[in-house]
C-alpha cells in the first residue's frame, strides 16, 4: 500500500544523489551536469524587466508566442528547417518535461523504444511512466561505435521509437551523417518515430550537429527535443521545448498542459532574448568548453583513467580499472569521501548494470578554478587507492 506499481521498478536519480553526496562531504562536484560560472548577463537582466514589468502570471500553456517564434527562427537560421511556430512548438519545464510529454503522448503501453546504451538516466523512468518497454543497443567501447546490424535486430513489430540523443550524454559521441542516415532508413522502413535529445547541440569539439528532422522523409516522424539549460547555462531555469507535426504537437500539448500548465512565464521573456544571441556566443562557447575539456582530460590521463576524448557535450566516461578492482558505485563513493572529487558510477547509464562497472562519467561544465581544484585532489587518487 506504500506507492503505485510504476514507482517499483526505478530507483531515485543517482546523478542527483551523487550531489546531494558531494555536498555532504565538501567534495569537488563533477557528477551533475549543471554549470557553477553565471549565465549570460542580457538573459539575466531580461529576466528581472520581466519580473519587474509584472509579468508574473501563467504564459500561453504551449509557450510564449515570443519565445516559440525566437525558438522557429533559431531553427531556419542555423538548420534550414522550417518551423511553424504556432502549430508545431511545445516550450516545456525542461528538456526533461519534453521527453515524459513526448512519451506519453506517442507512446502505447506495451511499445518498444529503442534507446542506445550507455543512456542518460531518464530515458528508462520516461518509459515505465508511459508504459512502453526500453529495449537496448550498446555503444561499443572504446570509442563508443554504433553496430548497424545489431540496432537493425532490436527493431521489432512492437517498435514504436528510437531515442536518438547527439551530442550524447554520457559518451560525448557526435553521431555522424552516416549513422544518421542508416537510422533514417531503419525508422521509414518499420515506420517508427525518432525522439531526439539535441540539449548538447552548441557543446561540439569535433563533427558536426545533425538534426534528425532535416533527413528527406524524417520531418513527419521525428520530434526534435532541446533546451536552453545548456546552451545558456541556465539549468534552473528550467526551458526547453520539443518541435513536432501538428498533431503529434497536439497531443503533446494536452499532456504538458495537465502535467505542468506551463513554463515560467518571466524566464520564457528571457529566454526569447537569449534565442537571438548571434553566431558569436555559440561558437565562443564552444571554444571555451574545449579547453574546460582540456583541463579534465589531462587531469584523468595523469591520474591513470582510460577514456576516449568527447566529441561533444560535457561529460568523459572514464575507466578507473587500471587503478582499482573497486565496482563504480564503491569507487565513486571512495573518491567522493576519500579524494573530494563526486563523479556519477557507470552503471546508472546501463540497465546492464555489469557493462558499467569499472567506469564513472565526470562533468567539465566547472569554472576552472572549480576542474583545477579536481586536478588537484584526481592527482592523489593512484597514491590513496
Ligand atoms: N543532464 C545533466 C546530467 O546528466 C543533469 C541531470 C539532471 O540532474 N537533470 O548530469
Redesign the pocket.
Known sequence: MLAARRTHSFTE?V??EMTRIANQHEAVDLA???PDFPMPEPMKEAACAAIHGNINQYAVTWGSSALRIAIAEKYRRWYGMEVDHDREVTVTCGA?EAMAAVFLALLDPGDEVIVLEPY?ENYGPDAILAGAIPTFVPLERPHWTLDLDRLKKAFTKRTKAIILNTPH?PTGRVFTRAEMTAIAELCVRHDVWVITDEIYEHIRYAGEHHVMATWPEMRRRTITISGLSKTFSC?GWRLGYAIAPEAQTAAIRKVHDFLTVGAPAPLQAAGAVGMHFDPDYYNHLALDYRSRRTVLCDALTDAGFTFTQPEGAYYVLADFSGLSDMDDTKFARWMCEEVGVASVPGSSFYHDKSLGRTMVRF?FCKKYETLKRAADRLATVRATV
Do not use: E, K
Open positions: 536519480s546523478i542527483r551533475q551536469g549543471f526533461t542518460y550524454n539549468t562533468a
